[in-house]
């Protein structure tokens, strides 16, 4: 088992509609995750950061965390085409190790 | 703006030359990472550093060194070049404490190995 799980997609949304990304983690002990956004060809830029069970809010974005079902989730609302690029979800592990997911390719469709 | 530097940015190179990516960060953090991205794959993670003299492998297997004798500084070595080294290589950094583990990645080296 992949210690951080994301289906690759590719996922196509409706511009204006919510996107929803989801992403599992097999290490029970972790505490901090993240989701990263990746434009082709670019390095990784941090969305959200979510330590504690719960919604986190920040903008479009929400990030949602279940540790009890080793979960987590980002909510893009009133998606844009801008939004269109491959959604890294990544957590620290026991070894304080942050591991990347393969990432969501997002397509806002116009 | 991030303040994570990495060169070369692009590099072609022959097997069996020796050769060496630079990373600098000007942000004072303490904690330094070294990721290889094939063409729209995952991230997988070569080496780590909590701080000076402090060197760790990854999940994935390298055949790539790195040290770290100042804090702004995170250099990775291949002795002998192959082929199969043509990747995508990122740098990132992390602070500690507030807003601790959150990485800043570097523009990436892209390295190709003829």
């Known amino acids: 088992q992949k210690e951080v799980e994301q289906n690759s997609g590719p996922l196509s949304v409706p511009e204006g509609a919510i996107a929803s990304l989801n992403c599992t983690y097999s290490d029970r002990v972790s505490q901090s995750f993240f989701w990263y956004r990746q434009y082709s060809g670019k390095s990784p830029e941090l969305i959200m950061s979510i330590y504690s069970n719960g919604d986190k809010e920040d903008g479009r974005f929400t990030a949602q965390l279940n540790k009890a079902s080793q979960y987590v989730s980002l909510l893009i609302r009133d998606s844009q085409p801008s939004d269109s690029a491959t959604y890294l979800c990544?957590?620290?592990?026991?070894?304080?190790?942050?591991?990347f997911g393969k990432g969501t390719r997002l397509h806002i469709l116009p | 703006e991030a303040d994570i530097y990495q060169t070369p940015r692009y590099l072609v190179i022959g097997t069996g030359k020796k050769i060496t990516l630079e990373c600098s960060q000007t942000m004072g953090h303490d904690k330094m990472y070294w990721y290889q991205q094939d063409p729209g794959m995952e991230l997988h993670l070569i080496h780590y550093?909590?701080?000076?003299?402090?060197?760790e492998k990854g999940d994935l297997s390298s055949e790539s060194t790195v040290s770290r004798i100042r804090t702004e500084h995170f250099p990775l070595t291949l002795e002998s070049a192959r082929p199969s080294h043509t990747s995508q290589y990122l740098c990132?950094?992390?602070?500690?404490?507030?807003?601790?583990?959150?990485?800043?990645f570097g523009a990436g080296s892209r390295l190709t190995v003829l």
């Open positions: 990132a950094s992390s602070e500690v404490g507030t807003g601790a583990n959150v990485l800043t």
């Open positions: 550093s909590y701080g000076v003299n402090s060197t």
């Open positions: 990544a957590v620290m592990n026991r070894d304080d190790k942050i591991i």
